[in-house]
């Protein structure tokens, strides 16, 4: 039976360019696609740009341009930033394409048949740049005696004809799905945050607006354009087929993994199950949030001027680097610092000096001492064992880490094995057995190959194509790099390319001091 996972993140809301938080978003859901189709699984990974709203409306119009133009030109940026990336998407959906105004128009007419929607009149509190509605109880009274949504954006009272959900009916069955799958949202801190506000009582939730026009039509009512966060959420399953349930792709739902930011965490784990659950639709199976990334200590911002373009980052220190600093440097679902400092230090201390420096120091020996071939493996004594135990654990150990989605902990996992190679191959040092015990250095650097490739092969969704050249390096054939092939040894004897570096040093260029 074939293994299937689906991981989507959210798609990026277009009114303004990609920055390195969304590029954050999509490299931890890439390692996590691709990891599960180097594991054997079939995978839909979905991806892509959230382009309607009273925020869009209003950005198009400050740029001088018709809406749809707008979106046209941000969208392709977003496009842009993934493949820079290295994103392996198998879709990248817009909201203002046909198949997704179909879909929303269907799973509305569905919602209102069977009686969960109703037009009233929504009046209350409304933040523009959240895009959301926000109750009473939930302001903040900022500093100078303003009253602001929680997130600082401010709000405005929106009195209007509205369609609404009847989201409070699904209050008490919401609680019991999260009570019956406990890991249904994670981090555990915006799983208590999701439950706390439910329990707290769930009011109706208006999910149209006539103010602005920008938006999907409300079928057989044309005043009415459907709320931002409606039309967001139902990409899901616009890129499946829906509503066509006999579309192939369908088998791809419910989703495994809907990878968001925590400030959405409330739309995908309140909202989105609630609409499900009136259409009678399958939940998805885990939602789990990422934090923020600050600068050098500082909130993001374009007026501080401050916004780091992932692309940028990508052609100055290469793209593997960008990936492996950003899911290395912090716990995966916690906020993280961006420095230029920890990334240089990251690159040249474990990428060149650890992982490079030793596959450099392995292959080269090979190269001059085995005549290129790759060495039999002897006798094994006490400290190979340990070494290529640590080694063949790897998978099991980053598979179950990957599924928790602490990509951190993985990483440190494989650099156990990494550092604990370096210390392997200064005790055993093999350029001075050459003089003494030819056959033992040729044992020596078998199994420093071997380890290698386990730790080339498990890191591929995290530097597709850094370990893609060290495998090369190693012999290993593109076909034989999936994880099951680990079971198979490589053939002794098996002639090995010239050794290359794979992750040149970073120096700083010195800026002349100015006389």
Not at 130 to 149: I, N, P, Q, T
């Amino acid at each position: 039976m074939t293994k299937r996972y689906t991981i989507t993140t959210p798609i990026y809301y277009v009114n303004g360019a990609p920055h390195i938080g969304h590029a954050y978003t999509s490299i931890a859901a890439d390692v996590m696609a691709r990891w599960k189709r180097l594991d054997g699984h079939e995978v839909f990974f979905l991806t892509g740009t959230d382009e309607h709203g009273q925020k869009v409306e209003q950005a198009a119009l400050a740029a001088g341009v018709a809406p749809q133009e707008f979106t046209d030109r941000v969208s392709a940026d977003f496009r842009d930033m993934a493949r820079a990336m290295n994103i392996s998407f198998d879709d990248f959906i817009r909201t203002t394409e046909p198949r997704h105004l179909d879909a929303c128009a269907a799973l509305w007419r569905r919602l209102q048949d069977a009686g969960h929607i109703y037009l009233g009149a929504y009046e209350g509190w409304y933040a523009t740049r959240d895009e959301s509605f926000y109750g009473e109880d939930e302001l903040v009274l900022r500093a100078d005696g303003v009253r602001v949504a929680p997130t600082g954006a401010p709000v405005e009272w929106v009195t209007e004809p509205s369609y609404f959900f009847r989201l409070s009916d699904w209050q008490d069955r919401l609680l019991a799905f999260y009570d019956a799958h406990p890991d249904f949202i994670g981090p555990q801190a915006r799983r208590n945050e999701v439950i706390s506000f439910v329990r707290q009582g769930l009011k109706d939730l208006s999910i149209s607006r006539t103010s602005f026009r920008w938006g999907v039509p409300v079928p057989n009512d044309p005043a009415h354009v459907m709320y931002v966060w409606w039309d967001a959420l139902v990409n899901y399953i616009t890129a499946l087929g829906y509503p066509d349930e006999s579309n192939p792709l369908w088998r791809f739902w419910p989703a495994d993994l809907h990878l968001v930011g925590k400030e959405i965490v409330r739309f995908h784990a309140v909202f989105w199950p609630a609409f499900l659950m009136a259409a009678e639709l399958p939940l998805p199976k885990r939602i789990y949030s990422h934090g923020w990334w600050t600068i050098d200590g500082e909130k993001m911002s374009k007026s501080i001027g401050n916004v780091v373009d992932p692309r940028a980052l990508a052609d100055e220190f290469g793209v593997d680097a960008v990936r492996y600093f950003l899911l290395r440097e912090v716990p995966f679902g916690g906020d993280g610092d961006f420095s230029r400092r920890a990334l240089i230090s990251r690159l040249n201390v474990e990428l060149a000096n650890d992982l490079g420096n030793l596959a450099q120091r392995t292959l080269s020996q090979i190269a001059r001492n085995c005549d290129g071939r790759l060495p039999h493996r002897g006798s094994v004594t006490d400290d190979d064992t340990v070494l290529l135990n640590q080694a063949e654990a790897l998978r099991r150990v980053v598979r179950v880490l990957i599924d928790r989605q602490a990509l951190h902990e993985a990483l440190e996992e494989v650099w156990k094995v990494v550092r604990a190679s370096n210390g392997y191959i200064d005790r055993q040092a093999p350029w001075a057995l050459k003089k003494t015990d030819m056959a033992r250095m040729g044992s020596v650097l078998r199994v420093l190959v071997d380890v290698l490739r386990q730790v080339g092969t498990v890191l591929q969704p995290f530097m597709p194509d850094s370990m893609g050249r060290l495998l090369d390096q190693l012999g290993v054939a593109p076909g034989e790099r999936m994880l099951l092939a680990l079971d198979a040894p490589l053939p002794a004897g098996l002639q090995l390319p010239a050794p290359q570096g794979i992750f040149p040093r970073h120096v700083e260029p010195v800026v002349p001091a100015v006389a």
